[in-house]
């Protein structure tokens, strides 16, 4: 059964080569329905889901791995590396909500994207996005991964910058694709440490996890820090961030994709699919704790002031990003992958639920210029509470659960510091979004009497499914204090080895107690200054805050002005100026030669007559001066 393991990967791939066939012929011969690119845009995460959900059936109970090598890909130096799928329960659980999810966020976007003119081209670049991270997620070696990983980081790329007519759009696509490439050299790397130390006996994960005590401490430190920077790019963290609000430039959908189902949540997964070696240097785990805790917190600050409904969101993702990463840095791997499970239902319903106002107010993104949506929009308003309180950790949501379970691996970590940083940036989640939906759904209205526009049922019904995954998906990890039975940290019991709580239950509460608390009081400061928020004009913005700590500013100081100017001095002073001047001199000096020899070619017959003689008289000479 392991031969089926590809197709969860090849079905979104053959719908995609499908659906840009079927878009180049739309344009070129016969306009075809929008209709027939949806039953595949839509078919193929089902399938997925569905062949996915066969596999986690097999390993309840049990612990089977299934590998499938489909034929070797690349032979190195005598080291065999496959085109190989492998399914165990970390990438299975990943498979099932990324298919999921991303399935709910395919029919989304056939309402959102309805009207748009490259229907076709958009489902195409969206098949293949959801192609790439199951490759991710389903590879068997880092070399395979290393594929899906730069997959996602080219569709984020064509996504994002979709709307290539707006110049700012494709700057933000570029921004994107260069800022992961930074990250990318991290993971080549990491991967490059491993294959020359560690590939004795097979470069894929299963043998990598047992000979990988055979390689030098230092050498698996570099190869933990340098996949790290891999993770950094991926998942928006300090300092390779900067590129994730401005990737709020392409289409909704793709936003909800990116930070729910695909992209964002790989650095987590790559960090968990390492495990073996991290476990090994707790010294770099620590240190992703503390990029991750750092990264939280200074997010949901700089979200505390944004007025981009979307780039509010994204904010909101690197910090709880920041969450996951304090988790499996401190070698939690089932604690944070338990939150981008929880993560991907309430960030896609935020996400599609923003998406939702934006259309219904003609794509208006400023949150002041929004209001009285709660009447205008029932259905959203609903589920958008939801997705609130799910993000703020409150009871019995999902987010209380998963975020409930980081804090306390912090705080049994004995590293109080990032428990501490994470209650305090739980306040300020339940700050900035209950500011953000104060203001949209209770506050008076920008314009009387605006027009809204009609939603269709394609991008209301899914916002109601994840509303109630938001909900209920929590429950799967309700902790033993509350009399529940941990589901997700027994299928993650192999990767939490060595990493078990000790803490009371009297601790647990009171724990569980105060992270409630410190969230109600975020609200309630909320509600406080924004509730029914007078909406005549939009407030004007300013300050540290407000300017992001002016690290856009920083970096375009600091690397992009000086990297251009490097290159114009390179381009001027040494291409131009040096270069280019030996190779023009060399080509006069060939030119001026030429003319000179050319002289000689003159067609005319009384001087090559003149140059004949001339020269019988001088060889006449030189003989009769050598022989006589």
Sequence with gaps: ???????????????????????????????????????????????????????????????????????????????????????????????????????????????YMKDDVGYGKFFFYFNLFLASMLLLVLANSPLIMFIGWEGVGLCSYLLISYYFQDKQNVEAGNKAFIANRVGDFGFIVGMSILLFHASEFGFDFINLQKHITEVSPLMLTYAGFAFFIGAMGKSAQIPLYVWLPDAMAGPTPVSALIHAATMVTAGVYMVARFHFLYDLIPNIGLYIAYIGAISSIFAALIATKQTDIKKILAYSTMSQLGYMFIAVGLGNYGAGIFHVFTHAFFKALLFMGAGAVIVALHHEQNIFKMGGMRVQTPLVFFTMLIANLAICGIPPFAGFFSKDEILLVAFASGHYELWLIGVITAGFTAYYMFRLFFIVFYGQDYKTNRKIHTLTKSMTYPLVVLALGSTLVGFLGVPQVLGGENLISQWFYDFNKG????????????????????????????????????????????????????????????????????????????????????????????IRTGRIVATLQSANTRMYAFFMVLGLGAIATYLILILG
């Design 1 to 111: 059964m392991s031969f089926l393991l590809p197709f969860i990967v090849l079905s979104p791939i053959i719908s995609a080569l499908i659906l840009g066939l079927l878009y180049l012929y739309s344009i070129k011969i016969v306009r075809i329905p929008n209709a027939v690119f949806t039953f595949f845009a839509l078919l193929s995460p089902l399938i997925s889901f569905l062949i996915g959900c066969f596999f986690f059936i097999q390993m309840v109970g049990n612990d089977e791995v299934f590998v499938y090598n489909a034929y070797r890909w690349l032979a190195i130096d005598g080291i065999d590396i496959y085109m190989g799928f492998m399914a165990d329960k970390l990438s299975i659980f990943m498979v099932l909500f990324i298919t999921f999810v991303g399935w709910l966020i395919h029919i989304y976007a056939t309402g």
């Design 499 to 590: 990493h078990s709580l000790h803490v009371s239950h009297q601790t647990e509460l009171i724990l569980m107690g105060l992270n409630i608390s410190i969230a109600l009081v975020g609200i309630f400061i909320a509600y406080k200054k924004f509730f029914a928020y007078s909406l005549k004009e939009v407030p004007v913005q300013s300050g540290l805050i407000w300017n992001k700590f002016y690290i856009d500013e920083i970096y375009q100081k600091l690397f992009v002005s000086s990297i251009k100017k490097l290159s114009l001095f390179i381009s001027f002073r040494i291409d131009v100026k040096i270069i280019d001047s030996l190779i023009m001199n060399i080509s006069y000096g060939f």
